[in-house]
C-alpha cells in the first residue's frame, strides 16, 4: 500500500512543497490575519514579544474565527453597481404591478371619488408598506448582512436563548446577548418571557418558518403568475391565439428562466436591470404624458382623506377590493429575503431614487386617462390602455421583458432563505454554489432551483391561465409582511433596545395595516389561495421535521464529545491504555500516518473514538483534520493552517480554515497535511528563517524522523459512517417523523465515492446511534 502513496516526503536539508500548495502554515507565518476591512482579527503584541508562542498565536486565530462572520460594507462606484443591479433582480415583481392593478381591482368602471380613494390607498401603502417599514424599519433587522423573516429569527436567536444549537458548529455562532443591567426592565421581561416559556419559542419557530416557507411557496407560484401574463399579453394583437400555445410557450420561458440560473446572481441581475430600467423609465414616461393631457386633478389623491373615505364608504366591497390593491406591492417579501445578495444601502437607494417615483408617476398617470375615460373600458387594461400613442408595440414588447424577469427576486430571495434555513439545521445541507467573488452572499442552490423549475411548470400547465393564479396568488405576501413586523418588533426590544412605548406604537400602526390587507384576501382561500398555504404547510413540516431529527441526533451524539484525556492515557513507560471508563486495555502503535476526518474541530472526533475502542489500536502518527468554511473567497495560503498538540502523544489537530473557492479535498492533501506538520515542529528552531537553513535540535528531529517513516509507510484517511437506529417503544408518531427523517438524512448525506481523495486509502468506520 505505501507503494501506491503520494511521493516520499524527505526531510533533512530542504522541505520539498506539495504541488500547487505553498508550504506556509499559520503557526509559523508572521503575516497578521485581517478581515475584509484590514483590521487584524487577533492580537498581534503576541509576534512583538521575545518569547513568541505560536500556539498561542495559532488559538488566538482560530477564536477570531469563531463569532465572526464578515458583513461587507460597500461605497462609491460598488454601491451604485449593486444599486444598478438590485433593479433588475427586485423591482420585476413590484415593478410590473402596473400591468394589473386596478383592473384587478374594479369590476365596473369606477367613479370619479373610488378612482382617487384607490389611487390614494396605491400610494399610501407603497409610502406606510415598502418606503417607511421597509426601507428604513426591516432592512436594519439584518443577520449579518443576510435578510427574509428567517434572519430576523436567526438574529433574535444570537440576543436571546431561544434556540439549541448544532453542537457541530455552535462554537462559530457569535451570541450578543446583553447583561441584564443594559436592558431596561420592561425590554428584559419581554426577552425573559420568550427565553422562559416554551409556548413562546414555538411560536417563533413556527413564525420563522412560516415566513420562509410561504416565501419559498410564492417562488413557485410567481414565475407562472408573472411568465403566463406577459405571454398572454400578446392576446391583444393576436386574440385567435390558443390557450394551449400560451402555456407551452410559457413553461419553455420557465425552463429557460430557471436554466440560466447558474451563471449567478451577479451576470443575470446586470443582463435584467437593463430591462426592468427601461419599462420602469416607459412607465414615468406614459405617466407624465397622462397627467399632463389628461386628468391632473388626481394628484389629490396624495391626501390620505381619498383613502379612507373610499373605504368607508364601500364598507365591505371597499375592504374586499384590497384584495386586488395588495398587489401593489407584492414582491415586497423578496425585497427583504433578496438583502444579502446585494446590501440595505444599495435597496434603499434604488428603491428611493428610481423605483419608488416611477411607480408613482406610473399609478398616477393611469389614474389620469382612466378618469377621463368615456368609453368605460380603460380600467380592464389599465397599462395598454393607457401608453403614450405610437408606442403600443414597444409596450408590448417591454412589458413581455419585464414580466418574464419579474421571477428572478423570488427565485433569488429563495436561494437566500434556504441557505439561513440549512444554517440553522432545519435543512439537509445541499449543495451551494457561490457566484460572486465579491458579493459573498449571491449563492445557488442547484437542487432548489430545479425543483422549483419543476413546481412552476407544474403549476403553469395545471392552472393556464392568469386569472385562475390570480386567487392563489398575494396571499402568502401578506402573511409574511404580518410575520416579518411580528418578529421585527421583538428585535427593536431586545436588540435594539428602544423604548417599549414606542415600539408598541409602530406595532399597532404597522400591523394594523397588515391585518386589513390580510382579512381582506383570507377570502381567497377557498378559491385558490388553498394552494399556496397547502405548500406552505408542507414545506413547513419538513423544515420542522428535520430539525426535530437533528435533535434527537444531537442527544445521541452527546455521549462521545469529550477531551482526549477522557478516552486515552499514558503511564510512566510511555504505553498507551484505554482510561478505565472505556476498558483500561492497552492500545497499540501502528506504522503509518492516520487522518481523522473530524466535523466538529473540538474535543476527540467520534470517528476517532469508535476506531480505537473497536481496533485498539493507533497510528503513530494521529492527525485530527477539520475543515472550517468562512464567508470570504478564499484565504490566503499563509494565514490557512492552525495546528495545536493534543494530550495524545504523535497526535496533532489540524484546522484549514478555507472560503468557498479554495479546493482543499484534493488527491494531495494528505501530503500537503504532512508538510504543514513538518512546517509546525520546526517552528521553534525556525526563526525568521526557512527551513532548509536550520539545523534542527536532536528532539525535533526525532519528531521529524517518526512523521517521515510513518509516512513512508502508508496514509490513510479514516471517515465515520454514522447509521442511525430509532429506538424500541418509540411511539408511532415519533418513529414515523423518525423514519422520514433518516430517509432524507440517508439521500441527502455526501457520498464516499464522492470525495475527490485516494480511493484506496479511505476507511470507513461504521457505528451506531439510537435516537
Known sequence: MAGEM???????????????????TISV??????DQTGQPDYDTSIEKRGDYDAEERAIQIADADLNHKKKQTFSGWMLLWLAYQSTGTIYGDIGTSPLYVFSSTFTSQPSYDDLLGALSIIIWTLTLMITIKYMFIILS?????????????????????????????????????????????????????????????????????????????????????????????????????????????????????????????????????PIVIIWLLFNVCCGAYNLAKHDHTVLKAFSPWFAGSYLVRNKTDGWRSLGGLLLAFTGVEALFADLGAFSKRAIQISWLFFAYPALLM????????????????AYTNPFFNTVIPGTFYFGLVIAILAAIVASQAMITGSFQLLSQVMALSYAPHLSTKHTSQYFHNQIYIPLANWLLMIGTVIVTAAYSNTTRLGNAYGVCVIFVTFITTCLVTLVAIIIWRINIFIVLFFFLVFAL?????LSSVVTKVPTGAWFTIMLAAILSTLFVLWRFGKEQQWTAEASDRFAPSHLLQTDAEGDISLTTAFGGKLVSRVNGVGIFFDKVGDDVPIVFTQFVRKFRALPE????????????????????????????PGCYRLTIRHGYTDNIVTPDLGRLIVEQLVLYITRDTSSTSSASSVEHTPAVQAELDVINKAHSSQLIYIIGKEQMKIRKGTNIFKRVALMAF????????????????????????GFVKEI
Open 621 to 648: 502518527i494521529i492527525v485530527f483534520f477539520h475543515m472550517r468554511p468562512l464567508s470570504v473567497p478564499s484565504i490566503p495560503e499563509a494565514e490557512r493552517y492552525v495546528i495545536t498538540r493534543t494530550s495524545i
Open 141 to 273: 433587522a439584518d443577520d449579518d448582512g443576510e435578510g427574509g423573516t428567517f434572519a430576523v429569527y436567526s438574529l433574535l436567536a444570537r440576543y436571546a436563548h431561544i434556540v439549541r444549537r448544532d453542537p457541530n458548529v455552535s462554537g462559530t455562532v457569535k451570541m450578543e446577548r446583553y447583561l441584564t443591567g443594559d436592558l431596561k426592565p420592561m425590554n428584559k421581561g419581554i426577552r425573559n418571557m420568550i427565553e422562559n416559556s416554551a409556548a413562546a419559542r414555538v411560536i417563533l419557530k413556527i413564525l420563522g418558518v412560516l415566513g420562509v416557507s410561504m416565501v419559498m411557496s410564492d417562488g413557485v407560484l410567481t414565475p407562472a403568475q408573472s411568465v403566463l401574463g406577459a405571454i398572454q399579453g400578446i392576446e391583444v394583437v393576436h386574440p385567435d391565439i390558443s390557450s394551449s400555445t400560451i402555456v407551452g410557450v410559457s413553461c419553455a420561458i420557465l425552463v429557460l428562466l430557471f436554466a440560466i440560473q447558474p451563471f449567478g446572481t451577479s451576470k443575470i441581475a446586470s443582463s435584467f436591470a
Open 6 to 24: 503520494p511521493e516520499h516526503i524527505r526531510f533533512g536539508d530542504e522541505i520539498n512543497p506539495a504541488k500547487s500548495h505553498a508550504s506556509a
Open 362 to 377: 406610473a399609478y398616477i398617470g393611469q389614474a389620469a386617462f382612466i378618469a377621463d375615460d368615456v368609453t368605460g373600458t
Open 742 to 765: 433518516l430517509w432524507i438524512r440517508e439521500n441527502s448525506r455526501a457520498k464516499l465515492a464522492d470525495m475527490n481523495i485516494p480511493f484506496d486509502s479511505l476507511v470507513e468506520v
Open 513 to 517: 395595516l397588515d391585518g386589513v390587507y
Open 29 to 34: 507565518a508572521r503575516k497578521s490575519v485581517t
